[in-house]
């Protein structure tokens, strides 16, 4: 156990875009709120602009809490979008980078396995990079609902104030909920990246990509049927479907907006912890088979580390 959290602190010091790409995401969105507060950028719901402060004296205090619900989780579909990049990139360069600079053979003189290595690497991609990323969004979270809720409260609305705690924590929770499944769900992506990775002596993300587009492509001349195109597309897109509660029209409905006589009318659920719904994931054959085929993609990345020539 201390072996592996020695290996995963070298993860972190190695690969520093595990804190730098979320950070700079905060940044940026600090920036743009900053702005927005002095009158520099404007903010737009749809194609109509946003005027946050009239807004803030229209709101219903009830309202107030959900809304910043909504809105923090918003923000956290940037952070994710961005996630997963540094995720793909970290696993593409894994093990290939250790070939590379020769630094394998200096991991293969120490007392550590083969397989402790390669699991390091999906820990960090599946466990530590999305907590890092939470810490990240929550901060920037948190910052931002001070200079909001200190700008809204000049407007005379002090309910976003007093929501802002317990909205921080129940979006914290369901990111943490949604970080979970989407790292569950994307098991046999990480491990057919590690497999590239380690199988790759240049090249790594053709390795990674045109194998399945070949695949994709023969099936379609031979067959007429586009069966693993579907089965990488779900597995790419499919996992919050199945992990969240959908609409009648079979989508989550986190938010919704009208532009009526009375201006923006915005409406969102009491709690963003409502829309949890775990079963349908859990009972979906696709998420235990994903499993398997991780295993089998792991299992050959730990088999290409231990026996590739580094030549």
């Not at 590379?100 to 550590?112: A, E, G, Q, T």
């Not at 199945?242 to 989550?252: K, M, P, T, V």
């Amino acid at each position: 156990m201390n072996q592996m959290a020695i290996l995963l602190r070298r993860e972190l010091w190695e690969n520093r875009a595990i804190t730098a790409a979320p950070a700079v995401i905060g940044g940026l969105l600090l920036l743009v709120a900053i702005l927005s507060v002095i009158g520099v950028a404007s903010v737009h719901v749809g194609n109509m602009p946003f005027d946050a402060m009239e807004a803030a004296r229209r709101l219903d205090p009830e309202s107030t809490g959900p809304l910043l619900q909504v809105g923090f989780m918003t923000i956290g579909v940037t952070f994710n979008s961005v996630m997963i990049l540094v995720i793909a990139f970290y696993l593409l360069d894994s093990l290939y980078a250790d070939r590379k600079d020769r630094s394998v053979l200096f991991w293969k003189s120490l007392p550590v396995s083969d397989t402790q290595i390669v699991l390091s690497k999906l820990a960090t991609a599946a466990i530590v990079i999305p907590l890092v990323t939470l810490v990240v969004f929550l901060i920037t979270d948190v910052v931002l609902y001070l200079i909001g809720g200190i700008t809204i409260a000049t407007a005379g609305n002090w309910a976003i104030l007093s929501q802002g705690p317990g909205a921080l924590l129940q979006t914290g929770l369901t990111t943490l909920y949604a970080l979970t499944v989407q790292s569950l769900w994307y098991m046999p992506l990480f491990g057919w990246l590690l497999l590239a990775s380690a199988w790759a002596k240049r090249g790594v993300l053709w390795w990674a990509v045109l194998p399945p587009v070949a695949l994709i492509l023969v099936e379609n001349l031979a067959f007429d049927t586009h069966v693993l195109a579907r089965l990488i597309g779900e597995r790419v897109t499919g996992v919050f479907p199945l992990a969240f509660r959908q609409n009648s029209e079979g989508e989550i409905q986190a938010m919704a907006h009208e532009h009526t006589e009375n201006g923006l009318e915005i409406t969102a659920p009491e709690s963003t912890l409502e829309l949890i719904n775990p079963g349908p994931l859990l009972a979906d054959p696709g998420l235990w088979g994903g499993f398997i085929v991780a295993a089998v993609f792991i299992a050959g990345a730990i088999w290409l580390r231990r026996y590739r020539d580094e030549t």
